[in-house]
């Protein structure tokens, strides 16, 4: 897990290799970032860190510089970047490497160099020999979306010393979202905001983080379900006066009670969570909340609702009738 290799990188227990892989770039910039902060002084960044592009250099130049000794510190950090020998797609970059070299150096690597290979794919290609080799001897970060309970261990992990309330840490994931680097700007802005006492409430949470257009749709979508019109339409009067474009609220409305349907249709065919999310490709945090959401309603009223969106939609791109009206007679209608 990549919180587990992040406190081993803090109390200076570093592993020879590291392979770091996935599409989530804040996890591997995050914990590239973090060794270089620990394992380099600054004043050695000049003479022991190198970067390797693998798609304009070969492996085997990088692992020359890697077996050179450290000149003033005790070690040197090499980043390699884009290993795409490690994939199954066809090699955009010309470059010949000699992974032979690369599977002998894993064997036996040297004790004064840290490796670093990042690999931005989605997928590996298991079948190769130099793919099971880096994963059977280096350590492993894989950089995808963190799960629920992983979410809220990197909250915690992202405010160090300071306390923040469970209730809290739910809040920020729903008014926030579960993009990372939008999390990391509303918890700095909350560590400042909280310099003194050094604890971070829902309060706190509920004044300073701002709603995204999604979370403000989902908390209209919740109001329309549970048949509260006169808050669903100041929600949509804040939005339209916001210049938000009426078929954009649409969409992301329709993207919602589509999300709510198809998980409890996949969660009366029994599967968990963490299935429901992999199947529907999305952050288990928001099958969690449809989850909680859908359980009053049944299958029917939700495609009728689906029924409603996309007779809207068709009214508003072929001009029938003002957008902005559309929209709240289909709020009245779904009433």
């Known amino acids: ?88 797609e066809k090699a955009k970059s010309r470059v010949e490497h000699d992974v032979k070299r690369l599977e002998a150096y894993l064997a036996d690597p040297v004790p004064y160099s840290i490796v670093v290979l990042t690999a931005p794919y989605e997928k590996l290609d298991e079948r190769k020999k130099i793919t099971k080799e880096l994963k059977r001897k280096a350590v492993l970060v894989e950089a995808k979306k963190l799960g629920d309970h992983e979410l809220k261990g990197w909250v915690r992990e992202r405010v160090g010393s300071v306390r923040i309330d469970e209730q809290a840490i739910e809040l920020l994931l729903e008014l926030a979202g579960t993009n990372l680097m939008m999390l990391t700007n509303e918890l700095d802005k909350m560590l400042l905001y909280v310099e003194a006492d050094k604890h971070i409430t829902a309060e706190i949470v509920e004044k300073l983080v701002a709603k995204s257009l999604e979370q403000n749709i989902f908390t209209l979508v919740d109001h329309v379900l549970q048949r509260k019109m006169e808050s669903a339409m100041t929600i949509l009067h ?75 939609d068709y009214k508003m791109k072929t001009g029938q009738a003002d957008k902005a009206i559309t929209l709240e007679l289909l709020l009245l209608k779904i009433r």
Request: hydrophobic share 45%; net charge negative.
């Open 1 to 88: 897990m990549v919180l587990d290799v992040w406190k081993s990188i803090k109390k200076g227990q570093f592993a020879p290799v590291y392979l770091l892989f996935g599409t989530e770039a804040y996890l591997i910039n995050e914990t590239k970032q973090l060794l270089i902060e620990n394992v380099l002084h600054e004043d050695e960044m000049d003479f022991n860190f190198s970067q390797f592009d693998l798609e304009e250099t070969p492996v085997e130049t990088a692992l020359e510089d890697v077996e050179t000794l450290p000149f003033i510190g005790e070690r040197r950090l090499v980043f390699m970047q884009n290993p795409f020998f490690l994939t199954a």
């Open 238 to 312: 804040d939005l339209l006066r916001q210049n938000e474009e009426p078929i954009k609220i649409l969409s992301v409305m329709a993207g919602q009670v589509r999300l709510m349907y198809q998980v409890k249709e996949l969660s009366r065919q029994g599967y968990s969570q963490q299935k429901i999310a992999g199947q529907l490709k999305v952050h288990p945090f928001r099958v969690k909340l449809a989850l909680e959401k859908t359980g009053k309603f049944q299958e029917r009223e939700l495609l009728g609702i689906m029924n409603d969106l996309a007779e809207a």
